[in-house]
Nanobody
Framework: QVQLVESGGGLVQTGGSLRLSCVSS????????TGWFRRAPGKEREFVAA????????SYADSVKGRFTISRDSAKNIMYLQMNSLKPEDTAVYYC????????????WGQGTQVTVSS
């Protein structure tokens, strides 16, 4: 089992920045990849970004490329999402997730942190 705890959400104006953090605990040695998803009011959950734990290779949704940066500190088991040039459409609950080696699904999820971007 892997436990994930997000932090760093809040209220920011359009064009502002926030940095989300996700701390992993438990069987972190089994983690192949971690990522961020978000769910806006009335919308489906969507992929935001992911990073492979061993090599640090990132991937992004087109909607956040060039504005968001995902990174990780594998020694501390912390993942970050630096969000710049925020837009009102970025308003959502952001969830940290993890995928274990040998699987294709994100089986572990945090409780979520609210990000609100005011116009």
């Amino acid at each position: 089992q892997v436990q994930l705890v997000e932090s760093g959400g809040g209220l920011v104006q359009t064009g502002g920045s926030l940095r989300l953090s996700c701390v992993s605990s438990g069987r972190t040695v089994s983690t192949a990849e971690t990522g961020w998803f978000r769910r806006a009011p009335g919308k489906e959950r969507e992929f935001v970004a992911a990073i492979t734990w061993s090599s640090g290779k990132p991937s992004y949704a087109d909607s956040v490329k060039g504005r968001f940066t995902i990174s990780r500190d594998s020694a501390k088991n912390i993942m970050y999402l630096q969000m710049n040039s925020l837009k009102p459409e970025d308003t959502a609950v952001y969830y940290c997730t993890a995928r274990a080696y040998g699987t294709d699904i994100y089986a572990y999820w945090g409780q979520g942190t609210q990000v609100t971007v005011s116009s």
